[in-house]
Structures are given as structure tokens and as C-alpha cells.
Nanobody, 118 residues
Framework: QVQLVESGGGLVQPGGSLRLSCAAS????????MGWYRQAPGTQRELVAV???????NYADSVKGRFTISRDNAKNTVYLQMNSLKPEDTAVYYC????????????WGQGTQVTVSS
């Protein structure tokens, strides 16, 4: 079994910064990709950023230049540095990982709330 545990959400003023972390644990042979999605009330879950095992990254247009995804492969951890936050970034942020394990598949974290408000 694989677990993803997120941390780092909270309340921040517009223009501020937050750093999210997500650590994967369990029986993990390798991780193909790790990323972040978000879901605001009344909307569908959307991709924010993803990092593959070969080091490539992809971002939603709405966060390019403001958010940075990074990974520590030795710790099976992915980070999302969020700068210049806007009220429209308010959402529950979910960690996602495609993992090669005893039960290979896509796993999700429980979500962490990010609120951008003055």
C-alpha cells in the first residue's frame, strides 16, 4: 500500500507565498511522476503542476512563472513553491503520484486547504 501525506497549506494574503510538501510512503519500487492538482468549490479538479521521473515539468498556464514544482527522489517527496498568490488560487490542493508498487497505480493525498484572502 502507498500513502501520500501533504502539508503546508494555510491562509495567506494576496501576493504572499506558501510551500506545500507531499511525502510518499509504503512499498514503493519507483515513482514515475508526482504532481499537484487543485479543486475549488463548484469546479472540477485541475492539474497545477507535474514532475516526471526524468526531470521534466509541466504547469497550468494560470500558475506559470509563480509556482515551482520540485522533487527529492531520495525522500519520495514533491514540493510546490507558490509565490505571488492570488485569491483565485484558493482551493484544496491534492498531491498525486503514479507509483510502481505491489499495487502499481495512481495515488492521491487527502488534500490541503490553501486560502488566499486579505
Amino acid at each position: 500500500q502507498v500513502q501520500l501525506v501533504e502539508s503546508g497549506g494555510g491562509l495567506v494574503q494576496p501576493g504572499g507565498s506558501l510551500r506545500l510538501s507531499c511525502a510518499a510512503s509504503g512499498t514503493i519500487f519507483s515513482i514515475y511522476a508526482m504532481g499537484w492538482y487543485r479543486q475549488a468549490p463548484g469546479t472540477q479538479r485541475e492539474l497545477v503542476a507535474v514532475s516526471t521521473s526524468v526531470g521534466s515539468t509541466n504547469y497550468a498556464d494560470s500558475v506559470k512563472g509563480r509556482f515551482t514544482i520540485s522533487r527529492d527522489n531520495a525522500k519520495n517527496t514533491v514540493y510546490l513553491q507558490m509565490n505571488s498568490l492570488k485569491p483565485e488560487d484558493t482551493a484544496v490542493y491534492y498531491c498525486n503520484a503514479k507509483v510502481r508498487s505491489i499495487a502499481t497505480g495512481v495515488y492521491w493525498g487527502q488534500g490541503t486547504q490553501v486560502t488566499v484572502s486579505s
